[in-house]
Nanobody, 120 residues
Framework: QVQLVESGGGVVQAGDSLRLSCAAS?????????MGWFRQAPGKEREIVAS????????YYADSVKGRFTVSRETTKNTLHLQMSSLEPDDTAVYYC????????????WGQGTQVTVSS
C-alpha cells in the first residue's frame, strides 16, 4: 500500500505564499507513474490543480493556477511539492495529494488533505 502524508497548509492573506509537501511511503515493488495535487472547496467538486510525471518531470497545471503555482518532485525522497504564490481567496480549499502507480489507470491513492485558507 502507498501512504501519503501532506503538510504545509494554513491560513494566509491574499497575495501570500504557501508551500505544500506530500511524502509518499510505498513498497519498492510499486513504482510511481505520476503524482498530483487536487483541491476541493466547500460546495464544489474536487478539481485537479497540478500534476507531474515522475519519470520525466512533465507538468500539468489547471488554468486557474498557471503562473502562480509550481509543482515539483524529489524522486529520491518520493516527495511532491506545490509552491503556491499570489494566493487568492478562491484558492481556499482542502488540498489533496494523489498517487498514480505504474500500470494504474488513475490516481490510486490519496492523502488525508490539508486545509488552505486565504483571507481577503
Amino acid at each position: 500500500q502507498v501512504q501519503l502524508v501532506e503538510s504545509g497548509g494554513g491560513v494566509v492573506q491574499a497575495g501570500d505564499s504557501l508551500r505544500l509537501s506530500c511524502a509518499a511511503s510505498k513498497p519498492t515493488f510499486i513504482s510511481t507513474y505520476a503524482m498530483g495535487w487536487f483541491r476541493q472547496a466547500p460546495g464544489k467538486e474536487r478539481e485537479i490543480v497540478a500534476s507531474i510525471r515522475w519519470i520525466n518531470g512533465d507538468k500539468y497545471y489547471a488554468d486557474s493556477v498557471k503562473g502562480r503555482f509550481t509543482v515539483s518532485r524529489e524522486t529520491t525522497k518520493n516527495t511532491l511539492h506545490l509552491q503556491m504564490s499570489s494566493l487568492e481567496p478562491d484558492d481556499t480549499a482542502v488540498y489533496y495529494c494523489a498517487f498514480q502507480r505504474v500500470g494504474g489507470q488513475s490516481y490510486d491513492y490519496w492523502g488525508q488533505g490539508t486545509q488552505v485558507t486565504v483571507s481577503s
